[in-house]
């Protein structure tokens, strides 16, 4: 699928703000405008996209948020996952959201995001 290793992944999306579940979904509540990727590193889709994200963030046009999914990694955690899974409309990953007002405007999802589909967010 794709020869990104899990550190070349976090070195790619360096660049991008780190939200907490929490603060996603404060976010959300507020109306918040913002850019959102969701992804983690074990996903070999969002590692390949990762390459295509690290070209963006080079000369980036808007802040870009990163909800790591892999910071749901224990039991406790199961209800702001799920809030997380049924706010974001989340199906597959890497997928990258437009928001506004508290509502999902553009989504994008998979590895074959282009960097004009970024930059026209």
Do not use: H
């Amino acid at each position: 699928m794709t020869t990104i290793t899990e550190d070349q992944y976090l070195s790619n999306i360096k660049g991008v703000k780190y939200l907490s579940a929490s603060a996603y979904l404060d976010m959300l509540k507020n109306g918040q405008k913002f850019v959102l990727f969701i992804g983690f590193k074990e996903c070999p889709y969002c590692r390949k996209f990762s390459t295509t994200l690290n070209a963006y963030l080079k000369n980036p046009t808007t802040q870009i948020y990163y909800l790591d999914l892999d910071q749901f990694d224990n039991d406790s955690m199961q209800n702001l996952f799920d809030q997380v899974i049924t706010d974001s409309g989340l199906q597959y990953t890497p997928t990258v959201e437009k928001i506004n007002q508290g509502v999902i405007v553009n989504k994008l999802v998979g590895s074959t995001i282009t960097l004009s589909q970024l930059r026209s967010l």
